[in-house]
Every structure is written in structure tokens, then in C-alpha cells.
T-cell receptor, first 110, second 112 residues
């Protein structure tokens, strides 16, 4: 099983729709979880951290299920500017190995 | 807002040459990282650095690669004897404690 796995993309959704991304991780000792977005040929930028109780930031909701080793990101009322690649990021052990998933590309269609 | 800075933004080198990619992490951060991203592919972990030594490295980070923090501000990645397949975007990142990573804008390395 890969250390961090994400849904294959791309996702093509109409503006205003709700879209969900899923991610699984293999190491049960993983401590920290994040969602990043990456625009074409740019650096990854933090979208939000993922907390055990789940957390929300505006249109974005992140969930963590430690038992299933699963993380999700929900985007509501999607905007054209949400088009990007979404990266699941996991600190896979107690040390400093922070691993990125392959990313899921999202295209919001007008 | 403080940011991670990387230089140069683009480096072109001939196969077999050595390159040094430079990074200035955020000043109060203690953990430093290098990642690479081959065009169209995933962001790959290379190495992490803490307390003046490598704390983790991937199988990609072989003897061809080395990192150094020569002074209190710079963090460098050296690639000896570059190969064509080293062509990629190299990202430096830093963080404080368990906080998220902050990335620089990257250096695009082209090996010809």
C-alpha cells in the first residue's frame, strides 16, 4: 500500500457544485495531516490543516478518520478559482518525513 | 508575511556538472526540507534537516545529493554530477514544530 493515496483525477465539475476529495494513508502512527493546493508550475500552498474533530474554513471542510486512516476534503459552492491540483499531505511517522499524495486535479467548468 | 526564498528561479546546467540550489527558510523555523517535482508528476520528498543534521531522507537522496546549512540563514542542496533525469522543480520548505510546511517558489533545474 502506498504511503499516501488519493483519488485519481481529473474531476470536472460545474461551478457551484460540491466536490469531495479522498485520501488514505498507510502508517497508523501518522501525526499530522494537511490539504495543499497547487496551481500549474507553482509551489504547493497550504489550504488547511486537518484536525481529529474535523474542521471547516468557509466553503472548505476537512475530516479525519483515524480508524480507517482516511482524510477527506469537501468544497461547497465551487468557484472557477478553485481549479487546481489538491494535494493530501501526511507526516508519516514521528520524525520528519512529510509525504505528498499524487494530487487530484480539479477543473471547475463555467 | 515571512516567506521562504529560493535562488535561482531557473538553473540550466550540463550533464555531469555540479549545481547548488539555495534557500533561505523562514527565520524562526527549525525544520527544513527539500522536495522535487518532475514535470507532470507528484511532489517527492528528498530530505529533512533539523538541528544541523539530516533527520530523514528518501531513496532518491543518494550519494549524489547533499545538504548544508552553512550559516544561520541559508539551506542549500548540492547535486554532484547532474544527470538528465535530475531535471525537475526543486522546492525548499520550512516549518516550526508540527506546523504546516511553507514552500519557496522553487528552482527549475534543467540538465542538458
Amino acid at each position: 500500500r502506498k504511503e499516501v493515496e488519493q483519488d485519481p483525477g481529473p474531476f470536472n465539475v460545474p461551478e457551484g457544485a460540491t466536490v469531495a476529495f479522498n485520501c488514505t494513508y498507510s502508517n497508523s502512527a501518522s501525526q499530522s495531516f494537511f490539504w495543499y493546493r497547487q496551481d500549474c508550475r507553482k509551489e504547493p500552498k497550504l489550504l488547511m490543516s486537518v484536525y481529529s474533530s474535523g474542521n471547516e474554513d468557509g466553503r472548505f471542510t476537512a475530516q479525519l478518520n483515524r480508524a480507517s486512516q482516511y482524510i477527506s476534503l469537501l468544497i461547497r459552492d465551487s468557484k472557477l478559482s478553485d481549479s487546481a491540483t489538491y494535494l493530501c499531505v501526511v507526516n508519516v511517522n514521528r520524525d520528519d518525513k512529510i509525504i505528498f499524495g499524487k494530487g487530484t486535479r480539479l477543473h471547475i467548468l463555467p | 508575511e515571512p516567506e521562504v526564498t529560493q535562488t535561482p528561479s531557473h538553473q540550466v546546467t550540463q550533464m555531469g556538472q555540479e549545481v547548488i540550489l539555495r534557500c533561505v527558510p523562514i527565520s524562526n523555523h527549525l525544520y527544513f526540507y527539500w522536495y522535487r517535482q518532475i514535470l507532470g508528476q507528484k511532489v517527492e520528498f528528498l530530505v529533512s534537516f533539523y538541528n544541523n543534521e539530516i533527520s530523514e531522507k528518501s531513496e532518491i537522496f543518494d550519494d549524489q545529493f547533499s545538504v548544508e546549512r552553512p550559516d544561520g540563514s541559508n539551506f542549500t542542496l548540492k547535486i554532484r554530477s547532474t544527470k538528465l533525469e535530475d531535471s525537475a522543480m526543486y522546492f525548499c520548505a520550512s516549518r516550526a514544530g508540527l506546523a504546516p510546511l511553507h514552500f519557496g517558489n522553487g528552482t527549475r533545474l534543467t540538465v542538458t
